[in-house]
């Protein structure tokens, strides 16, 4: 019994670990999360000039996410209102009020050009293969 509580012990140190360090924290080099980063790589991809409903472009970004829609919805939501990196259209709801966002599927974004000058450049970017390698993705 002891070495079961061990393993489980151990593990799960381990995969909380994985958790807090690939997914919570911010990376140093660009300040992202994985997360917002395939955010902004689907919309690089998909960007020519106009708005995309949310809820394509979260659709678009789950070939290189695996956590799922609501995640990456909640996710794009919060980078949109910090208004640096992705310009929005519609109610993306209101942090003071409380009021959430509009369903995906009214409300449309785009990316700014702020982050195609800053975060997109093809030649530099190191890329992976997305979590189940039928994709590349930014690292």
């Known amino acids: 019994m002891a070495y079961v509580k061990n393993l489980f012990d151990k593990n799960f140190l381990e995969y909380a670990s994985y958790v807090i360090k690939d997914r919570a924290i911010p990376d140093l080099e660009d300040g992202l999360k994985p997360v917002q980063r395939r955010i902004l790589h ?8 106009k708005y995309h409903k949310v809820a394509n472009v979260v659709g678009a970004c789950m070939k290189y996410h695996p956590h799922g829609d609501a995640s990456i919805g909640s996710a794009l939501v919060v980078l949109a209102n910090k208004e640096f990196f992705i310009d ?23 990316v700014t ?7 997109y450049n093809p030649k530099l970017t190191d890329m992976i293969d997305s979590y189940d390698g039928r994709n590349r993705d930014r690292r």
Not at 43 to 49: A, H, K, R
Not at 113 to 119: G, Q, R, T, V
């Open 42 to 49: 689907t919309l690089f991809e998909m960007d020519d000039g």
């Open 88 to 110: 929005r259209q519609g109610n993306f709801g209101n942090l003071y009020t409380g009021d959430e966002a509009s369903a995906a599927r009214y409300i449309e974004c785009r």
């Open 113 to 119: 050009a702020l982050a195609k000058d800053i975060f």
